[in-house]
């Protein structure tokens, strides 16, 4: 079964480390790494509703957005040339040869790739930006950086409807929010989302959640279930330290589990640290969404000059 299958879900994996029978706590990864190497996690999630409403209409192309080692743009890359639809991936910034491994397997799948200046990216979700965008491409399906709109959010849920067994928490990393914000719909009353923010002063999330949950009338949705723990940065987006660095190894190399420096070694981080600190109640299930991106960590291993995993 591939991930295009309607019928495919991603493994559920009873983790066991010393730690956990030492704090009585059953934790289970949701392996949306396993997914696919490149349309991986919850980017796919995010991809599968907008793509099926591309199909519904008339569009000629995807046209979508990331920095040059996207995790997303990627991801959409392989799509299109799976769903054989053509893709446009705006890049932050100037072009760099050789490209690097992202954005040489992006192009090497079909996407055309074009760079504009960071401020120019910026200006990226105006209405003047997306005109001018629709002027140069006519047709296209436009889906914003990281797949981050409410088709993306509400294919998340699928993440939580997948999981059969019953669960008191349920931990993910966010960059947007979108992934927590499709996770925490789908929650019965006596269960937690944990949201793990990647960047600095991820409080926001919590105001973008709330953004689309107004456009889908959620009006009543409680937020005690919901819950950020914004200290697991490292410093901010896609920077790293060697405390994270060794983290990561050190994972591997307990439960063979490979996570990546950008997010999901960040989550992981978090979740050990919270379970040494006593954070979740003696006896729950914990199941941590394991986001996928592990396509970055060659790219990130070249620029940083370093190598995270041995051969
Ligand atoms: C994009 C990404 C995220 C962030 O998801 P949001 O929905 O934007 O919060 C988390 N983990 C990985 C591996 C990603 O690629």
Redesign the pocket.
């Known amino acids: 079964m591939n991930y295009r299958d309607s019928q495919y879900c991603s493994p559920l994996q009873k983790i066991e480390i010393p730690l956990f029978k030492e704090k009585e706590v059953n934790v289970l990864v949701k392996r949306d790494?396993l997914m696919h190497h490149e349309v991986?996690?919850?980017?796919w999630r995010?991809l599968k509703l907008n793509i099926e409403e591309y199909q519904k209409g008339n569009y000629k192309n995807v046209i979508t957005f990331g920095g040059a080692y996207s995790?997303?743009i990627l991801a959409t890359a392989k799509a299109g040339y799976d769903f054989n639809i053509p893709t446009i991936g705006i890049i932050r910034g100037e072009e760099t040869l050789p490209l690097n491994p992202t954005l040489s397997r992006a192009k090497e799948l079909g996407m055309q790739l074009k760079y504009i200046s960071r401020a120019e990216y910026r200006t990226k979700n105006t209405t003047a930006f997306l005109k001018q965008l629709q002027g140069e491409y006519p047709d296209s399906y436009v889906i914003p950086e990281?797949?981050?709109n409410l088709l993306?959010?509400l294919g998340?849920k699928k993440i939580v409807e997948e999981i059969e067994q019953d669960f008191d928490y349920i931990l993910?990393?966010?960059?947007?929010?979108?992934?927590?914000?499709g996770i925490a719909l789908t929650l019965q009353p006596h269960q937690k989302a944990i949201?793990i923010p990647?960047l600095k002063g991820g409080e926001f999330?919590l105001d973008e959640i709330n953004t689309y949950y107004q456009k889908i009338n959620q009006t009543n949705f409680n937020w005690e279930s919901i819950q950020l723990k914004t200290n697991y940065h490292f410093g901010g987006y896609a920077k790293h330290t060697d405390e994270l660095i060794d983290f990561m190894r050190w994972f591997y190399i307990q439960t063979g589990i490979k996570t990546?420096p950008?997010?999901?070694g960040k989550?992981f981080f978090a979740l050990i640290d919270l379970v040494q600190k006593g954070y979740f109640s003696i006896n729950s299930t914990i199941v941590v969404v394991h986001?996928?991106?592990l396509q970055?960590i060659e790219g990130f291993e070249k620029r940083k000059k370093l190598q995270i995993y041995p051969d």
Not at 40 to 43: A, E, H, L, M, T
Not at 173 to 179: E, K, L, N, Q, R
């Open positions: 790494d991986s996690g919850n980017k995010k995790n997303h990281g797949g981050a993306g959010l998340c993910t990393d966010c960059g947007t929010g979108a992934t927590l914000g949201g990647v999330i990546d950008v997010y999901t989550l986001t996928g991106g970055g």
